[in-house]
Structures are given as structure tokens and as C-alpha cells.
């Protein structure tokens, strides 16, 4: 069995997690749940194995210059799944709030898609520039770091969703209907806080790793190439969201939607700019 075919099962066993977190929503059975978390846990380890086959056909294919499976889109994006339901499993162990699965778990589905239907999946020597074990410290603390966020645009559509409800709900009663198995929004909102306190930090390294691979690459810790200032973009948004929860006390909505829009310059910072834009970072397109 090689890598492929087990990207493949991956990207089932996603698929079947994330619906049974639909189908806990739903139903409300507590079996769904369980089944669901474990389901997606059984993803995340035939994931890690498909990695782990990546890596060692790497050196089947190239030898002496067999590589970990982190330098080209594919790797990248199939990682990206990854390191989403890691973060989402340990989350989960401390909230075990299963209906947070159902707004997660697409994340990783659809980056298991993308690369399965879209992207090269060969495996080609690498570029001189990637030579250099600063790529593996580089994008393992960046992919960590996005997804946290990704984890915590997840909670905070969920608490868009919640939270016009709960305002307008007068009963002493938990609240019926599907969005009565959302945690609170209270809790809604210490997980986007939480997952942020995470991500952030886990960029920040991801941005200095960077800087010293490209000093060793190029010959200058910064160049202004487009991915690195859409990356300072990034973390001065996430920067942004922790400077007003701490001094201004924002929370709830405000933080939910500059959540969101943080992702979505997350997202553009790793596909837009490797796919639309130029730069030394090109080669991340392939």
C-alpha cells in the first residue's frame, strides 16, 4: 500500500467523520459522538502513516536525497489536514464539545480534497533554496500555527450562528433545536480565544524560522517577497485580536468576525499568494 492510497482512506475517513458530527447535531445521540471523535481520530492516524509512507518513498525515489513530505503544495496541503485535527483532537480532550467537529472537520476534508483532485502528488528532487533542515522547523510551526485558526474560525461561526438565538431566547430551560447542542456561547468564545493563544504564538516562530531560512537561502533574513509581507499581514491582525481582547475587552462578535477575516488572510496568505502571486516563494505553487 503506498501513500496515495492512503491519502485516500484519509480523506474517507474525514469525510465519514465529519458527517457523523452532522448526523450527532441531528440526532443528538451521544454514540454518534463518540463514534465521530473516533472516526476522526482513526483519520488522523492513517494520515500521520500516509506521511510517514511519504517520506520513506521519498527516499525509495531519490535516494540519498529522500526528504519529509513538507516542500511542495501537495505536502503541504495534505499536512495543513493534519496538524488541523491534531489541533482539533486536543482541543477537544479539554471542551469535549462534539458539535465543534461538524464546523472543523470540512477544514481538513476539503484540504484532503484539494490535493487529492487538484495538486501534483509527485515526488521531485528538491530546489536548492529548500535544502535546508530550516523548511522542516519552518513550515511544521506555521501549519500548526494556521491550524489553530482554522479551529478557531470554526468555533466562531458557530458562535454567529448561536448568538442571535441566545439572545432572543427568554426561557429558563436549555434551548431546544440544533443549536442547543452548541456549547454557549460563552465557552464559544474562550475556545476562539484559546485557539488564537495557540495559533498566534506558533506563527510568531513560523515567521522567525522563515526569516532564518531565508537568510540562509537568499542571504537576508527579510525581502518584502509577497508571501512574507501577506505573513506580516497575518500576524498583525491575529496581534490585533489579541491587543483589544487584553486592553479593550473585546470578545463576542467583534472578536468572532476579526476571526474569521483573519482565516481568510491566513488562506490567501498560503494559496493565494503560492497560486496568483510571484515572488521567491514560487516554487510553493508546484
Given at each position: 500500500m503506498d501513500s496515495g492510497t492512503l491519502f485516500n482512506v484519509t480523506t474517507i475517513a474525514y469525510f465519514a467523520?465529519?458527517?457523523?458530527?452532522?448526523?450527532?447535531?441531528?440526532?443528538?445521540s451521544n454514540t454518534v459522538a463518540f463514534v465521530a471523535t473516533l472516526t476522526a481520530f482513526v483519520g488522523f492516524l492513517i494520515n500521520t502513516a500516509a506521511l510517514g509512507m511519504r517520506w520513506y518513498e521519498s527516499y525509495q525515489i531519490l535516494g540519498q536525497d529522500g526528504r519529509a513530505p513538507l516542500t511542495n503544495l501537495y505536502e503541504s496541503v495534505v499536512f495543513f489536514a493534519w496538524t488541523i485535527v491534531l489541533i482539533y483532537l486536543l482541543i477537544d480532550l479539554k471542551y469535549?464539545?462534539?458539535?465543534?467537529?461538524?464546523?472543523?472537520?470540512?477544514?481538513?476534508?476539503?484540504?484532503m480534497l484539494g490535493a487529492q483532485m487538484w495538486?501534483?502528488?509527485?515526488?521531485d528532487p528538491?530546489?536548492?533554496?529548500?535544502?535546508?533542515?530550516?523548511?522542516?522547523?519552518?513550515?511544521?510551526?506555521?501549519?500548526?500555527?494556521?491550524?489553530a485558526f482554522a479551529v478557531a474560525c470554526g468555533v466562531s461561526i458557530m458562535y454567529l450562528l448561536k448568538i442571535g438565538k441566545e439572545e432572543k431566547y427568554q426561557g429558563d430551560e436549555p434551548m431546544a433545536g440544533i443549536l442547543g447542542l452548541f456549547p454557549s456561547c460563552r465557552v464559544l468564545d474562550d475556545m476562539n480565544y484559546r485557539a488564537i493563544m495557540i495559533g498566534f504564538p506558533l506563527?510568531?516562530?513560523?515567521?522567525?524560522?522563515?526569516?532564518?531560512?531565508?537568510?540562509?537561502?537568499?542571504?537576508?533574513?527579510?525581502?518584502w517577497d509577497p508571501k512574507e509581507t501577506w505573513s506580516l499581514i497575518v500576524w498583525f491582525l491575529y496581534a490585533a485580536f489579541i491587543h483589544a481582547r487584553f486592553t479593550r475587552g473585546w470578545a463576542g462578535r467583534r472578536t468572532a468576525w476579526l476571526s474569521i477575516f483573519g482565516f481568510a488572510a491566513t488562506i490567501f496568505c498560503y494559496m493565494g499568494v503560492n497560486l496568483v502571486l510571484s515572488g521567491l516563494h514560487s516554487y510553493g505553487g508546484g
Amino acid at each position: 500500500m503506498d501513500s496515495g492510497t492512503l491519502f485516500n482512506v484519509t480523506t474517507i475517513a474525514y469525510f465519514a467523520a465529519m458527517v457523523l458530527f452532522f448526523a450527532y447535531i441531528a440526532s443528538k445521540s451521544n454514540t454518534v459522538a463518540f463514534v465521530a471523535t473516533l472516526t476522526a481520530f482513526v483519520g488522523f492516524l492513517i494520515n500521520t502513516a500516509a506521511l510517514g509512507m511519504r517520506w520513506y518513498e521519498s527516499y525509495q525515489i531519490l535516494g540519498q536525497d529522500g526528504r519529509a513530505p513538507l516542500t511542495n503544495l501537495y505536502e503541504s496541503v495534505v499536512f495543513f489536514a493534519w496538524t488541523i485535527v491534531l489541533i482539533y483532537l486536543l482541543i477537544d480532550l479539554k471542551y469535549k464539545q462534539r458539535a465543534v467537529g461538524a464546523f472543523v472537520m470540512p477544514f481538513a476534508l476539503f484540504s484532503m480534497l484539494g490535493a487529492q483532485m487538484w495538486l501534483n502528488a509527485g515526488i521531485d528532487p528538491l530546489v536548492p533554496a529548500l535544502q535546508s533542515n530550516w523548511l522542516t522547523y519552518h513550515v511544521i510551526t506555521c501549519f500548526l500555527g494556521y491550524a489553530a485558526f482554522a479551529v478557531a474560525c470554526g468555533v466562531s461561526i458557530m458562535y454567529l450562528l448561536k448568538i442571535g438565538k441566545e439572545e432572543k431566547y427568554q426561557g429558563d430551560e436549555p434551548m431546544a433545536g440544533i443549536l442547543g447542542l452548541f456549547p454557549s456561547c460563552r465557552v464559544l468564545d474562550d475556545m476562539n480565544y484559546r485557539a488564537i493563544m495557540i495559533g498566534f504564538p506558533l506563527l510568531t516562530l513560523g515567521i522567525v524560522t522563515g526569516a532564518a531560512w531565508a537568510n540562509y537561502a537568499w542571504g537576508t533574513y527579510w525581502s518584502w517577497d509577497p508571501k512574507e509581507t501577506w505573513s506580516l499581514i497575518v500576524w498583525f491582525l491575529y496581534a490585533a485580536f489579541i491587543h483589544a481582547r487584553f486592553t479593550r475587552g473585546w470578545a463576542g462578535r467583534r472578536t468572532a468576525w476579526l476571526s474569521i477575516f483573519g482565516f481568510a488572510a491566513t488562506i490567501f496568505c498560503y494559496m493565494g499568494v503560492n497560486l496568483v502571486l510571484s515572488g521567491l516563494h514560487s516554487y510553493g505553487g508546484g
